[in-house]
């Protein structure tokens, strides 16, 4: 069995009973034909680049996969035939490559004056822009232009 993962993009007009609906055939279209689903994320309602099909947004869901290399023309022959389906792509993942590392702060790095820094945190002596008495910070008294 390979990892897979595909996107496809419903309509948004659909109620929200309907894009369940094609969220769990698809989701039983998979399992039924011998594949394992490990994930699905539902994305949201997200906007176009370009309209598609007169629509300027869509419903996005990701599921991820493993099933054979023959099931996938299947499954998009599900999606063609799906006329709430507004795109969708499927894409094999090498998972030696693509495997899901935990996410690790950044090594501290020095900043202007040498001292180390973490990216994520803010410095204890720093200061709001503009905050009283900074040299910097614009004129409030100014003389406005009057023609």
């Known amino acids: 069995m390979v990892t897979y993962e595909t996107i496809f993009i419903v309509r948004p007009d659909l ?18 034909n011998g594949g394992e689903i490990l994930k699905v994320e539902p994305w949201g309602k997200l906007s176009f680049a370009y309209e598609v099909e007169d629509y300027r947004d869509g419903y996005y869901f990701l599921i991820q996969y493993k099933a054979g290399g023959n099931y996938n023309e299947e499954l998009e022959k599900r999606y063609r035939y799906s006329e709430d389906v507004l795109r969708f792509c499927i894409v094999k993942i090498d998972e030696k490559k693509f495997k899901l590392k935990p996410r ?27 905050e009283e008495g900074d040299e910097a910070a614009p004129e409030t008294d100014a003389e406005e232009i009057s023609e």
């Open 104 to 130: 690790k702060d950044p090594a501290p790095r020095p900043d202007r004056k040498g001292k180390k820094v973490n990216p994520r945190r803010p410095r204890e002596d720093s200061r709001t822009p503009f």
């Open 15 to 32: 109620t929200q009973e309907e894009i369940d609906t094609n969220l769990e055939f698809f989701k039983g279209n998979i399992e039924q």
